[in-house]
């Protein structure tokens, strides 16, 4: 649970909820003149605010999104509930009764983000952090009433909870201690599962638990993994990558013959950006090693480089993937998403899997999406001449899937690299649209209007490094510019950027980017870079907003291929919550 979100909250009104038969209902939204950021594609509650993805799932044949919700306005409040909604396909969402509120000892402050486990007898279990009485963070526990039922439309808490406290051990104190993940089952028999944590001293910690019935734990006397420095780890998620091919693979795994890595991510709180690393996963000491070269701090890869945090995986075993999603928030100041009545959303899911050089994962919108394409245009070989902006025609450039592939000549061109020229988004940043360089700004500029006084631009540059021997290398950056993508300075406008790990001597550079009328997520090199951005222009709106291919470098160059569509909109949440009741107590349903 993103919990810096929270720091500027005053107190609130005490809790009124009942445990039975309360109805929340929340009216449709639908996309209008009025609501120019509502998005056509990317989930969102009707109203209100929204924030972590919590415990994705399939069951049953139908996939599962739990979310941070507050039905009662668009800012962040202690009467956060689990928001549910349902789909067939990842796209069309339903919405689905709040799986729960505060209404325990153990939760009456808060019910934070947590995970569903799917046990060997098929039935999903939640493991959620409470904000108990005392205003400390604890571990409960939540299982469908009905598991007939494949929407899951009703869950019970256990008089049992709260399951997990903190008591003292590695230094853990009760206001961080928090987000469990989906749980594995080690080959002894037992359930394990991490909660993010820290100590006093900045040591970021996965703390671990260990049980046999999912109801009582024990916290092992060390961690998964820990790193010093780091602060909070909020929200971590564990699970394994097959080294081969793009399949996933269940989170309770133990792999063949050394056929998987493991993958630790964390939200870390004193950057708002999520990290990863990838390593090996000691079962018999219950121990992550993280692989030469991996740091589990700041200077970890990312998983996006853009507005992107408190990220979730889950496994899909009907399609063999592994899922990703994360809570995008606003970049508008709080009394525009209170006068617009909602604030955050989802990413698009994304098909995450490790990059066959196992020193990264890769990212790709779900296959899903293409039925939402419509007209489509194409180009192909195409060259963009020094300054040139070329305008794709044909599609609906507010909400379009766009991919376009670029080959660079004259790699010689480039311009050296400084050494000290190690943090992309400050190269991003100092050098824009405006400083022209060798081999870039080449890309995309999206969002546009017809005068060009708003854009929001995505591109490339190419540098090459500063070495005597023959054989130069060159660095690829990706940089996503919102500088100019709004008259409304108010909003967050900061430049975004990554290096691509990619060598444009050898590859073509592509790049893909999902437009949705406020947010702009890009995939750089087949996914080996995402930068996510919120952008709200004033004049690039529904059907005034332009899409241009640009070359503002000093050297030409070609578009190989460029593919657009315009994407439909999505069924997304458009009907009215129906009630949702707690009742019995959860201790003898798991066991049934």
């Known amino acids: 649970m993103a919990k810096v979100h929270r720091s500027n909250i005053g107190l609130s009104l005490l809790l009124s909820l009942f445990l039975c038969n309360f109805i929340i209902r929340l009216e449709a939204s639908h996309q209008d003149l009025n609501q120019p950021y509502r998005t056509g594609y990317h989930f969102q509650p009707p109203s209100n605010w929204m924030n972590d993805p919590n415990g994705p799932m399939i069951y049953k044949g139908i996939y599962h999104l739990f979310y941070q919700y507050n039905p009662y306005g668009a800012v962040w409040d202690v009467r956060i509930v689990w928001g549910h909604s349902t789909s067939l396909d990842l796209i069309n969402w339903t919405p689905q009764p709040p799986a729960f509120n505060p209404s325990q000892p153990s939760d009456i402050n808060g019910c934070w983000s947590g995970s569903v486990t799917i046990l060997p007898n098929g039935k999903p279990v939640i493991l959620y952090t409470g904000i108990d009485k005392n205003k400390s963070q604890v571990q409960n526990i939540a299982v469908p009433v009905n598991i007939s039922d494949p929407y899951l439309r009703e869950w019970s808490k256990s008089s049992r909870n709260p399951l ?24 002894d028999g037992e359930w394990r599962v991490i909660i993010g944590s820290s100590t006093e001293d900045r040591r970021g910690l996965a703390v671990l638990y260990k049980s046999r019935d999912f109801f009582n734990w024990t916290q092992s006397t060390k961690p998964l993994h820990y790193e010093d420095l780091t602060g909070m780890w909020e929200c971590p998620d564990f699970f394994p990558v097959a080294i081969t091919g793009s399949n996933g693979v269940e989170t309770s795994s133990f792999g063949e013959n050394n056929d998987i890595k493991h993958v630790l991510k964390v939200s870390l ?19 992550y090693v993280p692989d030469l070269g991996f740091v589990q701090n700041g200077s970890a890869p990312r998983l996006d480089y853009g507005k992107f945090y408190a990220s979730k995986t889950f496994y899909d075993d009907v399609k063999k993937r592994r899922i990703l999603w994360g809570w995008v928030n606003e970049s508008s100041p709080a009394k525009d998403d209170i006068k617009k009545g909602w604030s955050g959303l989802q990413s698009f899911p994304r098909k995450i899997w490790l990059e066959e050089s196992g020193k990264q994962l890769l990212q790709w919108p ?12 194409n180009w192909h070989n195409k060259v963009l001449k020094v300054g040139t902006k070329l305008q794709v025609h044909g599609i609906t450039a507010a909400q379009a899937d766009v991919e376009v592939s670029f080959k660079v000549k004259e790699l010689e061109k480039a311009d050296v690299i400084e050494p000290s020229w190690t943090d992309p988004e400050k190269i991003c940043s100092q050098d824009n649209l405006s400083v022209k360089s060798g081999l870039g700004p080449f890309g995309l500029m999206v969002l546009a209007s017809s005068g060009m006084e708003e854009y929001t631009s995505v591109y490339f540059r190419i540098f090459k490094s500063n070495d005597t021997n023959k054989n130069t290398k060159y660095l690829v950056l990706m940089c996503s510019d919102q500088s100019r993508s709004s008259l409304n300075d108010e909003n967050d406008k900061r430049t975004f950027g990554a290096f691509v790990a990619i060598d444009p001597s050898h590859q073509t550079l592509s790049l893909r980017t999902l437009i949705d009328h406020s947010i702009v997520e890009s995939y750089g090199g087949g996914g080996r870079v995402c930068i996510t951005s ?17 070359n503002k470098g000093t050297q030409s160059v070609d578009v190989l291929s460029l593919s657009a569509w315009s994407l439909k909109s999505a069924l997304i949440n458009d009907e009215s919550m129906s009630p949702f009741i707690e009742c019995e107590d959860s201790h003898s349903l798991i066991q049934s």
Do not use: C
């Not at 997990?164 to 080959?187: C, E, H, Q, S, Y």
């Open 366 to 377: 779900i296959e899903e999406i293409e039925t939402l394409r419509g007209r489509q245009v």
């Open 269 to 287: 709180i004193e950057t708002l950006h999520d990290y990863y690393t990838i390593g090996s996963y000691d079962r018999e000491n219950d121990v």
């Open 164 to 187: 997990m406290a903190p008591n003292g051990v590695n230094g853990i104190n009760p206001d961080r201690f928090r987000d469990p993940t989906t749980a594995w089952l080690g080959r």
């Open 534 to 550: 919120r952008v709200y222009p004033t004049l690039a709106i529904g059907e005034n907003a332009k899409l241009f291919a640009f």
